[in-house]
């Protein structure tokens, strides 16, 4: 991918943080791995990591070291939240989202770097509606959650484990600044919650946000009309593509991006409960073939080009989109 001269951003992944999994992102050409976070445990354990291999690995705060990153020879880790649950704690605990002013950690969290920050994980907390919970508004808590987040500088994360109604509140509430859905597919094609309905991803777009295409199997190709399936059909990376031409057409090339969720190396737990049998199978997590893992990110660039997409259009997939966002919030 170096003849298009760009800069790679992995936009989201869960995967452990290994040596093996850095290298596989020097194989596959990504410069940047938005890696996603808990509480305060995985902080440290990031940052003793990167301590032990400053040659290879560095965590990014803005769109500057990230290009610095690249020209040292070292992955840009930029650290994010799926859901805001680790500060979600009650009145009486470490955070209060209801006092005048509220008092809480994420201050905290974005001086260890955090710089993504998503609402609610696929069910209901104090702040809104998770995917499942998709009439649901954002709380009170909530709306307070969305202001620190922008008061701070940092990217607002909705839709996908956020549900429709608290990520429609939360976009009304960022006019002026854009926000992204780090990882989701195109409800159009895969008819589950945990996916985009057009309306959202137009809705996103039209803040000049990115929406991140996923690369699990189960996002891209199960949907209700499989419910009753215990295996759901195991796709390639032309149906991750599918979803990406999906939301081109809609939006144009400048709002899309990669998401990939991959969880290389993690724990095979499926959390179907709170999924439900629209959204996940039985079997344990799978991805698209050719693409189930970072290093195999060359096989999307060689689908786009077959498609006979211009290098300008899969420059900004590939990572001009996020960094455009990533700028804007954050300066340079």
């Not at 989201?12 to 050409?29: I, K, N, W």
């Not at 993504?116 to 998770?130: C, L, P, S, T």
């Amino acid at each position: 991918m170096s003849e298009l001269n760009m800069l790679v951003v992995n936009g989201l992944d869960v995967s452990d943080l290994t040596e093996e999994y850095v290298q596989f992102h020097s194989v596959g050409g990504a410069d940047v791995w938005h890696k996603s976070m808990g509480g305060l445990r995985s902080f440290a354990d990031v940052h003793n990591f990167v301590d032990k291999h400053p040659d290879k690995i560095i965590v990014v705060r803005n769109v500057r070291e990230m290009h610095q990153a690249k020209e040292q020879g070292r992955l840009g880790l930029l650290l994010g939240w799926q859901t805001a649950n680790p500060i979600s704690t009650g009145r009486g605990g470490d955070n209060d989202w209801w006092g005048d002013p509220t008092r809480t950690n994420l201050r905290g969290y974005y001086e260890l770097g955090l710089r993504i920050v998503g609402i609610a994980y696929q069910i209901a907390n104090i702040f809104g509606g998770g995917a499942i919970d998709g009439h649901m508004g954002l709380s009170r808590a909530g709306r307070a959650l969305v202001e620190e987040v922008h008061k701070l500088g940092m990217i607002l994360d909705v839709g996908g484990h956020t549900g429709d109604q608290t990520s429609f509140d939360a976009i009304q509430m960022s006019q002026g600044l854009p926000v992204i859905c780090s990882h989701g597919g195109a409800r159009a094609l895969a008819d589950s919650p945990r996916n985009l309905s057009d309306e959202m991803i137009m809705a996103i777009a039209n803040t000049g946000g990115v929406v991140g295409i996923p690369a699990i199997n189960d996002f891209l190709v199960r949907g209700k009309e499989m419910a009753h399936m215990s295996e759901t059909p195991w796709g390639t990376v032309d149906n991750f593509v599918k979803h990406v031409e999906h939301m081109k057409g809609l939006v144009g090339a400048d709002h899309i991006g990669l998401g990939p969720d991959f969880t290389w190396n993690m724990p095979g737990m499926r959390d179907r409960a709170i999924f439900g049998p629209e959204t996940m199978d039985e079997l344990p997590r799978r991805f698209v073939k050719g693409f189930e893992n970072i290093s195999e990110l060359p096989n999307v660039v060689v689908a786009l080009q077959e498609r006979e997409w211009s290098d300008q259009d899969i420059q900004k997939f590939m990572g001009g989109n996020w960094l455009r966002v990533y700028e804007q919030v954050w300066g340079n």
